[in-house]
Every structure is written in C-alpha cells, then in structure tokens.
C-alpha cells in the first residue's frame, strides 16, 4: 500500500522561516524605535530570550542591518556591547514628478538624508516619455555620487494625482496633464530594469507618511496634511494609519468644489479648490505675465523666496493675493475638519513655505467655520520639512520593505582589506 507524502516537514520549515522572519523584523524595528541597545536590553523589552535574539542580531550584522557600537552603560556589572542599525550598506529612494520640479532623495537605513537633488522642470509642458527620461536620470546622478557599497532597496515615486500603485500607473494627474500613463514601467525601462523594486504612490499620501515619521516620538492619530503646489494635496492619517480609500483614491480634496461658477480646473470641471488656492492662482493674483516669480524654468523655492521678501516688505499686491487665498484655503479646511476632526492640521509645501501669513488667518477661521468648540481640539502646525516631505516619504516608504522583511536586503558587501583599498581591488 503507497503512503502519501507527509508535508509535516516542509509545513514545519515554512512555519520556522516565517517565524524567523517576524523575528528579524521585531528586533531590526525595536532598533529603528528605541535606538542602540544591549542584546539582553533588547530581548528584555521585546520578550524574545537572549539566545534567540543573539543569534537574530548575529544574522542583522551579516547582512549590514546592524553593527556594534559603544558599550551599553548605566547597568550594574561589566558593561554590555550594544548594537544598533547600520546606515552605511544600503539606501532607499524617493522621487517626486511634480508640476516645475523632479526630485530624487536618498536615505540610509537609520532614516538619514545621504544625498538630495531637485531640478527646476516644467514638467507640465512635456510629454510623460521625456519627464520619466529626465526622472531616470537624475535617479542615475544621485546612485552615482553614493558610495558604490550603498546599494539601492527600493524606489517609491510620488505623483501628484490619482495613481493605480498595483500597477504602477498614474490614472489621472490633471495639472500634469497625465491620464492612464504606465509609469513604473517606463521607468524601470529608462533605468536598464533595476533590481530593487519601484513602486508608485499619491503625493500626498507620502508626505503624510514623512510628516508621521517627524512626529515619532509622539505620532498624532489623526493627521490632516494640506499640502500646496499647483494642485492641492490631502494626506489623512486615522486612527494611526494612512486613510486610502476603497480604491487608494483618498485625499483628492483640491477637487471639492467649493464655487460653483468658478474657475475651470484642470479636470474639466469648475469650481474647485485648488482653483482657488492653488500655487499658480496665487502667482497670478501676485504678479503679471513675464514677472521672475511666475517663471516656470526657475527653481520653485527662490520664486517663493522672492514673494516673501515682497510681502516682508509691504507690498500691497502681494498682501492682498495671500489675504484672498487664506480665506479660501480657510473655507475647505473647515470642510475637511468638520468631516475629518483631525488632532493635527499640517500646512506643507508652499502653504507651509508661506505660513506667517497663512497660519493666523486659518486658526482664526477655523474657530468660525468648524461646528464643533475650540476648531474640535485641531491645532495648526506648519511642516518643517519644505519641499521634500512627498520624496522623504517616498524612499521611507521603500525603505518599510526592509524593515518588513529584513532577508530581502540581502547581505552585506564583504569588508574590504588595506590592501585592497591601496590596490583598487574589490571582491
């Protein structure tokens, strides 16, 4: 009589992978949280026992997640090695397609910057094609300029609009006039199919994600980021996590119509809010045709720079502009708190870049058009991290892959000898 094949084994193997897996993932984000520890510090606050977390961080160190530092001081008896995350084998990219500008960043394991460009575009007036061309290449500038041990985990890049992040492709982006536009495929093609992965995400939702991380010591539940450019972006965060919607279409909230015989939007229909604070709405109300601040080929943040000074200075023009798109970007706000009752309302890209003469006329509004006492306990508060909150967001969003599953970052590159470094040999 022939026995059926028992899969006790091979059940029993995956159980034990996936087990080691999670436990990889535990002690590499007790790290990222807490900061550098004793092995015995970590299995006491994780609840693994010491032996097990030796033998997970000795497999950490192999793949260059972790490294020893410092003895661990303060306890009673010899001091303790302690280890912590080790930022110097690999990095995480972010990039961001936005109307006058690309973006690329990139950050090592322990979340800090290893390098940054940003290029004036108009992006806009270009076919997809050549903006991902562009974007490729300045990808392609910032890997090389990295030491060549830093090899790249991830690429998550951040487009304003609605985008398909299962495949890649950005639906709908009205003021880059982009619809149904295949553009992970694109660019893993214009980038010689790259091995790590690259993926596609909303705008907004990436700086939200950059806004929690500035805010890890004490992360609000509930976040609304409002951030400015040509369009208006919403990022909300709920009960701790990224709100996306049914479909991932969340946070499209420049598209509330709030005139209804208004301006024509870049989606076709009238009235919405970005029409009316959006960053060219401002530009224009600020200055005429032909004026440094409405040029497109200049970078973003010294035409903004420029339209601060003229209201540091008085000018009326240039007061009147911003008065006329507080009261409007007070006017939606209220909406979305009355809806959304965030703890914390975050004013990011040029809202924030512009906040001394943003930030007083929307908590005063607040106080009026929100239904609930005290604006319901929502506090205002300005990003401080300029135009790079949606491309941080993005590569620590590639950067959560690694810190999800800790074998995907495979090992580290072997350690290089004097000699070698005299002679330029590598292994």
Not at 69 to 96: F, I, K, S, T
Not at 193 to 211: C, F, G, K, R, S
Not at 223 to 245: F, K, P, Q, Y
Not at 307 to 335: F, H, K, M, S
Request: hydrophobic content about 45%; glycine content about 12%.
């Amino acid at each position: 009589m022939s026995r059926r094949p028992s899969l006790t084994g091979s059940s029993a193997t995956a159980d034990q992978v996936a087990v080691r897996r999670h436990n990889l993932s535990l002690v590499l984000g007790h790290l990222r949280r807490h900061g550098d520890r004793s092995r015995a510090r970590v299995a006491e606050e994780t609840g693994l026992n010491k032996a097990t977390v030796s033998s997970l961080v000795a497999e950490l160190v192999e793949r260059g997640l972790v490294s020893e530092g410092e003895a661990e001081r303060g306890g009673v008896g010899r001091p303790a090695q302690a280890v912590g995350l080790d930022g110097r084998h690999l990095v995480a990219l972010g990039a961001e397609i936005n109307i006058d500008y690309l973006s690329v960043l990139a950050l090592d394991l322990r979340g800090e910057l290893v390098a940054e460009r940003r290029v004036a575009l108009d992006t806009a007036g270009m076919e997809p094609t050549r903006v991902l061309g562009e974007l490729a290449r300045v990808v392609r500038e910032v890997l090389d300029g990295l030491d060549g041990r830093s090899r790249p985990v991830g690429l998550t890049v951040a487009v304003p609009g609605l985008v398909e992040t299962a495949t890649g492709t950005v639906f709908d982006a009205p003021n880059l006039r982009w619809q149904r536009t295949a553009a992970v495929a694109q660019l893993c093609a214009d980038l010689d199919a790259p091995d790590y992965p690259v993926t596609l995400d909303n705008e907004a939702n990436l700086a939200a994600v950059a806004e929690l991380a500035a805010r890890a010591d004490a992360p609000p539940d509930d976040l609304l980021l409002l951030t400015g450019g040509a369009g208006v972006g919403g990022g909300m965060v709920a009960g701790g996590r990224l709100l996306r919607g049914g479909q991932g279409f969340a946070g499209e909230v420049g598209h509330m119509r709030v005139e209804r015989a208004g301006a024509r939007c870049g989606c076709g229909r009238t009235g919405c809010w970005e029409t009316v604070v959006g960053l060219h709405t401002l530009l224009r109300l600020a200055a005429d045709e032909g004026d440094p601040v409405r040029d497109p080929a200049r970078d973003l943040v010294q035409r903004l720079d420029e339209l601060r000074g003229r209201a540091a200075a008085g000018d009326t023009r240039t007061l009147a502009a911003l008065t006329e798109v507080a009261d409007w970007l007070t006017v939606g706000a209220g909406i979305l708190v009355n809806v959304l009752n965030p703890q914390v309302l975050v004013l990011g890209g040029y809202f924030a870049a512009l906040g001394p003469w943003f930030a007083e006329a929307l908590e005063a509004g607040l106080q009026q058009e929100v239904f609930a006492p005290g604006s319901g306990g929502c506090r205002v508060e300005m990003s401080t991290l300029g135009f790079s909150a949606a491309v941080r967001g993005g590569a620590l969003q590639a950067l959560s892959v690694v810190f999800d599953d800790p074998t995907r970052a495979g090992l580290a590159p072997p350690a290089r000898t004097t000699d070698d470094l005299a002679t330029g040999a590598t292994r």
